[in-house]
Each structure stands twice: as C-alpha cells, then as structure tokens.
C-alpha cells in the first residue's frame, strides 16, 4: 500500500506518517506534483548476525596499518 503526502502537510501529519511506515505502508512525499521522497519501512534481519563465522576468510594486506604515503594526503600523483 502506498501513499502520498505534499511535503508543506508533513509537519502536521509526522505522527500519521510514522505511523503508516512502522505498519508497512510506503509514503510518497510530494512538493506539488514533483516526487520528493520516499519512506519505506525498514527491513529487519530475519537473524541476528555472528561474529567469528568464518575466521580466516579475509587476510589484510601485509602493509595494511603503515603510514600512507605524503601524496595521499595532498592529492599528488
């Protein structure tokens, strides 16, 4: 379900507004008739994540916390 409010209503109707997106409807926030905005609910991880599943997967580079080069900081090449 969708549903679409002009942006000079929103401050009025902030408490509708939440209240329609926390119950899985989509707000199409308008100014006239020029889409401005969309407010979608949050989807929520089916599981929480865990740390440590795959230990060893990823291997930093050997050099990965030395000091980076002076041309990075002033945009030299």
Do not use: K, N, Y
Not at 27 to 43: D, F, H, S, Y
Not at 55 to 62: K, L, R, V
């Amino acid at each position: 379900m969708s549903t679409t409010i002009d942006i000079r209503e929103l401050p009025a109707r902030w408490e509708e507004v939440l209240t329609l997106v926390a119950s899985g409807c989509e707000v199409l926030l308008v100014e006239g008739t020029v889409p401005r905005a969309r407010l979608v609910p949050c989807q929520v991880a089916a599981a929480p994540r865990v740390a440590g599943l795959h230990p060893g997967a990823i291997q930093p580079a050997a050099d990965f916390d030395d000091p980076l080069p002076d041309d990075f900081w002033t945009g030299g090449t």
